[in-house]
């Protein structure tokens, strides 16, 4: 059956799931890391037609923007802090025909690498925008399904649950870890 599924709202949480890390209020936009193959160019020796080989993912590479400042998340920022964060976004997202509404979930673990103030103009509301960068762990979930899990450090990669490297895992004997 086809469907139209239109985010309405949504939350993030720039650290565990405190209700005083909640964003709900300032929360003008929320970009979850586009999903991009890398690409490798090959022209074989023996062939007419150039073709692209897969060869991995880009990087992921969140961004949210808030209105306002946002003091807590300054001292999150850079080098001065040595462990990665957990940002958690929330989305309500109401299927069309039939009226339902759905959790979307995105758990992004990685550092608070950008904070970009917008330029002050009297009489507009001024925001910041921030990138999440060197991130090591995204799941993304939809009505309660886990349909993209990867973690750096398990080396795992699941679309739907299903992990897609198995094979490569078992043949060079990583350990499933969690």
Excluded at 11 to 25: E, I, Q
Excluded at 29 to 40: D, G, N, R, T
């Amino acid at each position: 059956m086809n469907a139209l599924y239109v985010m309405e709202a949504g939350n993030l949480f720039c650290g565990d799931h405190d209700p005083s890390a909640s964003k709900h209020l300032t929360l003008n936009e929320l970009q979850l890391p586009a999903l991009q193959e890398i690409y490798q160019e090959h022209h074989a020796g023996g062939s007419r037609v150039q073709i692209e080989v897969a060869v991995g993912i880009q990087k992921l590479e969140p961004t949210f923007k808030l209105a306002g400042w946002d003091p807590d998340l300054l001292t999150r920022f850079g080098l001065g802090t040595r462990d990665a964060r957990v940002f958690t976004a929330y989305g309500v997202v109401r299927d069309k025909r039939t009226g339902v509404a759905y959790e979307a979930k995105a758990v992004i673990e990685g550092r608070l690498g950008k904070i970009e103030p917008e330029a002050f103009k009297r009489g507009e509301l001024m925001g910041h925008d921030y990138s999440i960068n060197e991130v090591m762990h995204y799941e993304l979930w939809f009505g309660e399904k886990e349909k993209l899990f990867w973690d750096f450090f398990s080396g795992d990669w699941r679309l739907d649950g299903t992990s897609q490297i198995d094979d490569e895992r078992r043949i060079l004997r990583i350990p499933t870890t969690g």
